[in-house]
């Protein structure tokens, strides 16, 4: 990204002013404190990002302002203008390559530009040293480092992946659980036709029987009719205490929904009605409340399994106390045309009950496979964590930033090398986890909270240019400018002369802004002096 042209108004302390830049080379910003010399650095930060370098407000204050960049991204051309209202209503607008685009919010307007100019952080820890921040990364905590590199590698889309995954997973364990439900259905089915069928087959040869000896049989038909009777009042006072249970059971499940969204609306963190941040309370009830409505809904499903396979069984027993009385009544002929009867429902149950397997079998490979997409959803969220292929990727990145840094370092030092170390070593010689700068030429045994202030800063120079050639070289593009914010202080003179050495070398191919109160010898292709 090379920025051509700029356009402030009440910008700072510029009321008007339009800088023409040049693509590639040196611009040599000078002038004493306080007379604007970081306005060209901080209208790209709030004219590409809308976020300012220094934590305040760059707009004058009860005027309407503007900054416009005019840019080379990526073989493009884009105008981005950044307007602000007297009343502080601030707007975005972009073209790209002379067609305008237009988006309902500034937020939507500000992610489509991103995708041409990058994010923020990225450019803001590869392009711009500055000497307040140039110690970000050496003075950095382990979490703060993995996150820069992981940032300058581009790993949050492996982040943004497993985000996705576990989304899947969520909605993939939803499809195991229905396709569980309906193989409970499909089972208790096939019992409910089995033991039907075994009755009809049961009934028939109680028919046969009969057939041969009518008389003979009829108290035992009547014993069956007893049997079955009591077999009917036994199961429908068990069907009515399962009815019982599953009306207690939905009560008691709507209860804990209403605990349950009483408790989400008393731990919002903010008012539904008027947005007012609420003090966010422990989820403690919540987790409770949720394992509670899950308990009970499992409860649920098994009343009501229950209760119809045990109604299967019911409609069983009355078709046998059905058939008993209608032999009894029956005369020889009654009888026969039963038996004929008989060998039509056995046959008919027999299809329902293949068919009925036929559905179980193909619900059982529809579990198998739900079981089986989710086991892989998890296991991609597995190696999509930082313990895994991130972590490998990131071990990558540490042993290619050395080298990198140290190439850089070289041109600024001759004695000073930096080595970028997955470990740290401890107090009592264990190592830990945790990136660790190892130096050596300077600091002593302290490293670099050892090495003088000029040492630091070169070492800072070298680790963020390196870094950011890192971010090239995983990206595939060269890098197109850096900006420079007072980085000679703190320097001794060797150090100033080493460092202008190295920006008059990468100005050479880059785009470098280099801003500083102190006038120095340097080939600029550009120099603006401010105040």
Same mark, same amino acid.
């Given at each position: 990204?090379?920025?051509?042209?700029?356009?402030?108004?009440?910008?700072?302390?510029?009321?008007?002013?339009?800088?023409?830049?040049?693509?590639?080379?040196?611009?040599? *910003?000078?002038?004493?404190?306080?007379? =604007?010399?970081?306005?060209?650095?901080?209208?790209?930060?709030?004219?590409?990002?809308?976020?300012?370098?220094? =934590?305040?407000?760059?707009? #004058?204050?009860?005027?309407?302002?503007?900054?416009?960049?005019?840019? +080379?991204?990526?073989?493009?051309?884009?105008?981005?203008?950044?307007?602000?209202?007297?009343?502080?209503?601030? @707007?975005?607008?972009?073209?790209?390559?002379?067609?305008?685009?237009?988006?309902?919010?500034?937020?939507?307007?500000?992610?489509?530009?991103?995708?041409?100019? =990058?994010?923020?952080?990225?450019?803001?820890?590869?392009?711009?040293?500055?000497?307040?921040?140039?110690?970000?990364? &050496?003075?950095?905590?382990?979490?703060?480092? /993995?996150?820069?590199?992981?940032?300058?590698?581009?790993?949050?889309?492996?982040?943004?992946?497993?985000?996705?995954?576990?989304?899947?997973?969520?909605?993939?364990?939803?499809?195991?659980?229905?396709?569980?439900?309906?193989?409970?259905?499909?089972?208790? &089915?096939?019992?409910?036709?089995?033991?039907?069928? $075994?009755?009809?087959?049961?009934?028939?040869?109680?028919? $046969?029987?009969?057939?041969?000896?009518?008389?003979?049989?009829?108290?035992?038909?009547?014993?069956?009719?007893?049997?079955?009777?009591?077999?009917?009042?036994?199961?429908?006072?068990?069907?009515?205490?399962?009815?019982?249970?599953?009306?207690?059971?939905?009560?008691?499940?709507?209860?804990?929904?209403?605990?349950?969204?009483?408790?989400?609306?008393?731990?919002?963190?903010?008012?539904?009605?008027?947005?007012?941040?609420?003090?966010?309370?422990?989820?403690?009830?919540?987790? $409770?409340?949720?394992?509670?409505?899950?308990?009970?809904?499992?409860?649920?499903?098994?009343?009501?399994?229950?209760?119809?396979?045990?109604?299967? #069984?019911?409609?069983?027993?009355?078709?046998?106390?059905?058939?008993?009385?209608?032999?009894?009544?029956?005369?020889?002929?009654?009888?026969?045309? @039963?038996?004929? /009867?008989?060998?039509?429902?056995?046959?008919?149950?027999?299809?329902?009950?293949? +068919?009925?397997?036929?559905?179980?079998?193909?619900?059982?490979?529809?579990?198998?496979?739900?079981?089986?997409?989710?086991? #892989?959803?998890?296991?991609?969220? +597995?190696?999509?964590? *930082?313990?895994?292929?991130?972590?490998?990727?990131?071990?990558?990145?540490?042993?290619?930033?050395?080298?990198?840094?140290?190439?850089?370092?070289?041109?600024?030092?001759?004695?000073?090398?930096?080595?970028?170390?997955?470990?740290? +070593?401890?107090?009592?010689?264990?190592?830990?986890?945790?990136?660790?700068?190892?130096?050596?030429?300077?600091?002593?045994?302290?490293?670099? &909270?050892?090495?003088?202030? =000029?040492?630091?800063?070169?070492?800072?120079?070298?680790?963020?240019?390196?870094?950011?050639?890192?971010?090239?070289?995983?990206?595939?593009?060269?890098?197109?400018?850096?900006?420079?914010?007072?980085?000679?202080?703190?320097?001794?003179?060797?150090?100033?002369?080493?460092?202008?050495?190295?920006?008059?070398?990468?100005?050479?191919?880059?785009?470098?802004?280099?801003?500083?109160?102190?006038?120095?010898?340097?080939?600029?292709?550009?120099?603006?002096?401010?105040?």
């Amino acid at each position: 990204m090379r920025i051509t042209k700029i356009k402030l108004m009440n910008f700072m302390s510029y009321t008007s002013k339009v800088f023409d830049l040049p693509s590639v080379g040196l611009i040599y *910003i000078t002038g004493p404190n306080g007379s =604007g010399k970081s306005s060209i650095l901080e209208a790209v930060s709030v004219c590409l990002w809308g976020r300012s370098l220094r =934590g305040a407000s760059p707009w #004058v204050e009860g005027q309407k302002g503007k900054v416009v960049c005019e840019l +080379e991204a990526n073989g493009k051309k884009l105008v981005v203008r950044r307007e602000r209202d007297a009343n502080d209503k601030k @707007s975005l607008a972009f073209s790209v390559d002379g067609v305008d685009y237009d988006f309902p919010t500034a937020t939507k307007a500000q992610e489509a530009l991103c995708t041409h100019v =990058g994010q923020w952080d990225l450019w803001r820890k590869t392009s711009v040293l500055s000497s307040q921040d140039a110690a970000h990364f &050496s003075s950095a905590t382990d979490s703060e480092k /993995k996150r820069l590199l992981e940032s300058l590698i581009g790993l949050e889309k492996y982040e943004k992946a497993q985000k996705i995954a576990k989304e899947q997973t969520s909605g993939l364990q939803e499809e195991l659980n229905k396709a569980k439900f309906v193989l409970q259905e499909k089972q208790t &089915s096939v019992a409910v036709l089995s033991a039907s069928l $075994e009755r009809l087959i049961e009934t028939r040869g109680t028919l $046969e029987s009969l057939e041969a000896n009518q008389e003979a049989n009829r108290q035992k038909t009547l014993t069956r009719i007893a049997e079955a009777e009591a077999k009917i009042a036994a199961a429908q006072a068990k069907i009515a205490e399962y009815v019982y249970d599953i009306a207690d059971t939905d009560k008691e499940l709507a209860s804990v929904a209403k605990a349950l969204e009483l408790h989400a609306m008393a731990n919002a963190t903010e008012c539904y009605a008027c947005g007012t941040k609420l003090k966010q309370k422990p989820d403690e009830r919540h987790r $409770e409340l949720t394992m509670q409505m899950a308990n009970l809904q499992n409860k649920l499903m098994y009343l009501r399994g229950n209760k119809s396979q045990l109604s299967g #069984v019911l409609q069983t027993y009355l078709f046998s106390k059905s058939s008993a009385e209608s032999d009894l009544a029956s005369t020889d002929n009654t009888l026969t045309d @039963s038996l004929a /009867k008989n060998r039509a429902d056995v046959e008919k149950a027999e299809i329902a009950l293949t +068919e009925a397997q036929l559905a179980m079998v193909s619900a059982k490979a529809n579990a198998e496979k739900a079981n089986v997409e989710l086991e #892989v959803n998890k296991h991609v969220c +597995e190696l999509l964590s *930082i313990r895994r292929i991130r972590s490998r990727l990131l071990l990558d990145a540490i042993g290619l930033a050395t080298p990198l840094i140290q190439q850089r370092l070289a041109q600024l030092t001759d004695s000073i090398t930096v080595e970028i170390s997955p470990t740290s +070593e401890l107090a009592n010689g264990a190592t830990k986890d945790a990136i660790s700068l190892k130096i050596t030429g300077a600091g002593g045994t302290d490293g670099y &909270s050892g090495c003088s202030g =000029g040492q630091r800063r070169r070492i800072d120079v070298g680790i963020l240019l390196g870094l950011a050639d890192l971010a090239c070289a995983y990206t595939g593009k060269d890098r197109d400018s850096l900006y420079l914010d007072e980085i000679f202080d703190a320097l001794d003179g060797q150090g100033i002369e080493k460092v202008q050495e190295l920006i008059q070398d990468i100005a050479t191919t880059e785009q470098v802004f280099l801003i500083s109160h102190t006038q120095m010898a340097l080939q600029a292709s550009l120099h603006i002096v401010t105040g």
